[in-house]
């Protein structure tokens, strides 16, 4: 190597760095050029020692590397390079490969439990809830022999990796798979999270190992994707590109509209087979059809079974103005039929919004992920299979609200706005909560004025004046434990919690609330709580549902109240994985690209989603298995009705055809709905009021339903007329020449 007077020697002289080059390797500690000594009289040497030089002659040394070399600097003559020397494995290395080790060894021990437990899944029962295995021993080899499978796996890689890699760099391999491998460690934990029978009696349980699981699984899978493989990176920029243009836009709708279709057909077909097994009941299926129907017949706001043979009475209850947007569609087969299949074809169709909705904010494939999450939420499931109510029907219309809102399509959004703040006087209060949101946040404030000046003089015009020219009711009750005592009514629950929220939190802290809350919250890895703002969409479930002390249907997931969740909980998620992907909560019309670290955090996030939504479909949902499905008061909901139960549904339409439909009819709770699309009919458990015919049904006998009729039957006020199976009707002023026969029957 030759030293001459250049830019590029100078710049080496003033201990600038310049880039190595890579023909020619020197050791890195120092580095010493020689002038033999023919070349000149004077021994020169150059050392240079990490930008510290030294130029030593008889008369000049330089020590400061800010100075230039002598002009008159002997030649230098070209030295052989030295031979590269072998690099070492640093300590650093070392760290990184024990922790590589250990993360492998130990996510393959993981894996031989998860495919072990999966050839012994009949014993996995007695594992979970007794810790009693026959296969035992088996779990544990698996364990063993799968993490030093890996652990050898590892060595040979080490020792005969390509030879163009230095071990540093295999090191650095190793624990970058570890790492992105990482989620593997709670593999182990899977398969117990699909059995049914350890957890029949553990549902909190079971909600709170998965909730501790899912706090683990996110933020592995944050150090997963923040250390992907240089082969799973190629792979992907491999698969990018050809999975890009007319797929990546048209899979994503696709897959959400047939996911619409297919529940709405599978809700539409189950519901009325369930209601065919007389699973339904006069509260509250009959006693919605009797409204529909009395509604369609020029009787506003009729039901008999509560308010007698008098219009507007009904409103004492509920006031649900909006059903007058739907009876046209009710009008075509006037039945309960008809309630149960606008109630599935609506909340079917609400997961096209949600996923319209949810572009505005986040990309394609993560709002299909998040929709098919609503199709699949357990407690939607339970609220449609719950007879029929206007809750569910107004989370639908809010749903498609929010879309026309969050897309300027203002005059849909006005009538959808419409449509559900009458659909029931308190969700009033929740299109209340949606407008204080938008003036809190300045979005559209003006239109968040509006809405909530328009719904709370809705409700307390309903609620205060209107509602109770009709009559009393007692839904207040709800709330009874927060009632001061000596007084009632709203007013006395609102005192209560603005002067004691320590009392209001002693009845918050409850188990079977903790139970909704989690089962409610779980399946969106508790998304809406992730961010302050959002809370606003949790308001209306909270006052409806967990608030309540004197109401059990409240306070679980069986029944319609779980909407009042619903309508929002899907629509904040959308926006908290924007959020969390460092984003702004604002929408547009094409998702603005985010940093890296934001798109790990929302894949991350989703990722956790899609585990905690399936685990808790699996349990409590009516998609995945229908073993343990439950809804209102059924303890079971079948999906297969026997030869059995077709000849009893037969025989009870046999007798219901005798009765002329202008007559008025009582029924017993769960024949009811099958003969409610009339004028008057009467809940036979209430009272059979001026029903001309009785038609009783055996498998609602009870002693107090005996006990009344043997007292029809003994009076001589009824006779039978026909009986069928384990069917009798009945009829005012008919002969009473059997009635003995029956009463020894009851």
């Known amino acids: 190597m030759s030293l001459e007077s250049t830019g590029s020697s100078d710049a080496n002289v003033t201990g600038e760095s310049t880039p190595p080059n890579p023909e020619q390797s020197t050791p890195a500690e120092e580095m010493v050029l020689e002038v033999p000594p023919q070349a000149a009289p004077e021994a020169v040497s150059i050392v240079d020692s990490n930008a510290a030089v030294a130029i030593e002659a008889d008369v000049v040394t330089l020590e400061n590397p800010a100075e230039s070399v002598a002009e008159t600097a002997p030649p230098l003559v070209d030295v052989p390079p030295a031979p590269p020397a072998p690099i070492p494995v640093q300590k650093a290395d070392r760290s990184a490969l024990l922790r590589a080790l250990a993360l492998l060894v130990l996510e393959g021990a993981s894996l031989g439990a998860f495919f072990s437990q999966l050839t012994v899944t009949s014993q996995l029962d007695n594992f979970v809830s007794k810790n009693e295995m026959a296969s035992r021993l088996r779990i544990e080899l698996s364990m063993g022999i799968t993490g030093l499978v890996f652990l050898l796996g590892s060595f040979i890689y080490l020792l005969l990796g390509r030879r163009s890699r230095t071990v540093a760099t295999r090191v650095e391999s190793l624990h970058r798979l570890g790492v992105f491998m990482s989620p593997a460690i709670l593999a182990i934990l899977v398969p117990p999270f699909f059995r049914l029978t350890p957890w029949a009696t553990l549902n909190v349980e079971l909600l709170v190992i998965l909730t501790i699981f899912g706090v683990v699984f996110e933020p592995l899978m944050r150090v997963s994707l923040s250390s992907v493989p240089m082969v799973v990176d190629r792979a992907v920029q491999w698969l990018s590109p050809r999975l890009s243009g007319r797929f990546s836009r048209w899979t994503p709708p696709v897959v959400v509209g047939l996911a619409a279709l297919g529940y709405a057909a599978f809700a539409s077909i189950f519901t009325i087979m369930h209601h065919y097994r007389f699973g339904t009941a ?8 009797n409204l529909f129907y009395n509604a369609l017949h020029g009787h506003p706001f009729r039901v008999t079974s509560i308010s007698g043979e008098e219009d507007w009475k009904s409103l004492r209850g509920h006031a649900e103005l909006g059903m007058y947007f739907i009876l046209p569609f009710y009008g075509i087969r006037a039945s309960s039929e008809a309630l149960l299949v606008m109630q599935a074809v609506l909340l079917g169709s609400a997961a096209i919004p949600v996923y319209l909705f949810s572009k505005r904010f986040v990309s394609r494939w993560t709002s299909m992920v998040l929709t098919l999450g609503y199709v699949f939420y357990a407690p939607l499931h339970r609220s449609n299979f719950y007879d029929f109510h206007m809750q569910p029907i107004a989370a639908a219309f809010i749903l498609w609200m929010l879309y026309f809102f969050i897309s300027n399509r203002n005059v849909l959004f006005w009538i959808f706005f419409a449509i559900a703040l ?57 709330y009874k ?56 969409a949790l308001v209306p479930g909270f006052f409806f549902t967990l608030l309540t002390t004197g109401y059990n249907p409240t306070v679980t997931t069986l029944f319609q109240y779980n909407a009042y969740w619903i309508f929002y909980i899907f629509p ?78 037969r025989d009870m339409r046999a007798l219901a055809d005798m009765v002329p439909q202008d007559v008025s009819l009582a029924a017993t709770e769960h024949v009811a709905p099958h003969v409610s699309a009339r004028v008057s009919l009467y809940c036979f458990r209430e009272s059979i009021g001026a029903a001309e015919y009785i ?47 029956f009463e020894k029957k009851l």
């Open 282 to 289: 006069c509260w509250d299926l009959g006693q919605y059809d």
């Open 422 to 478: 009458t659909a029931r006087e308190d969700i009033s209060i929740a299109l209340a909560v949606f407008g204080t949101f938008l003036m809190v946040t300045g979005y559209r404030a003006r239109v968040g004025v509006i809405v909530t000046i328009v719904s709370v003089i809705y409700f307390v015009v309903l609620k205060g004046v209107i509602m109770p020219l009709a009559g009393g009711w007692w839904f207040v009750d709800i």
């Open 481 to 536: 434990l927060l009632q001061i005592p000596g007084k009632k009514g709203y007013g006395s629950v609102i005192e209560t919690l603005l002067s004691n929220p320590f009392y209001v939190l002693t009845t918050l802290l409850t188990k079977e609330k903790l139970l909704l809350a989690l089962q409610i919250l779980l399946p969106v890895a508790f998304l809406p709580l992730r961010k302050p703002i959002l809370l606003f």
């Open 572 to 649: 904040a998620s959308a926006i908290a994985l924007r959020m969390i992907g460092g984003q702004s909560p604002l929408p547009s019309t094409e998702p603005t690209p985010s940093e890296p670290s934001g798109n790990i955090r929302r894949r991350a996030a989703l990722a956790s989603l899609v585990f905690l939504s399936v685990v808790t479909s699996f349990h409590f949902g009516a998609l995945i298995q229908r073993k343990s499905f439950k809804s209102g008061f059924s303890s079971k909901i079948e999906f297969a009705i026997s030869a059995d139960e077709w000849k009893r549904y």
């Open 695 to 741: 038609l009783f049904g055996a498998l609602d006998k009870n002693s107090k339903n005996a006990k009344t009729l043997k007292d029809l039957l003994h009076a001589g006020k009824i006779g039978v007329i026909a009986d069928r199976g384990d069917f009798i009707l009945f009829k005012k002023g008919a002969p009473t020449t059997r009635n003995a026969e």
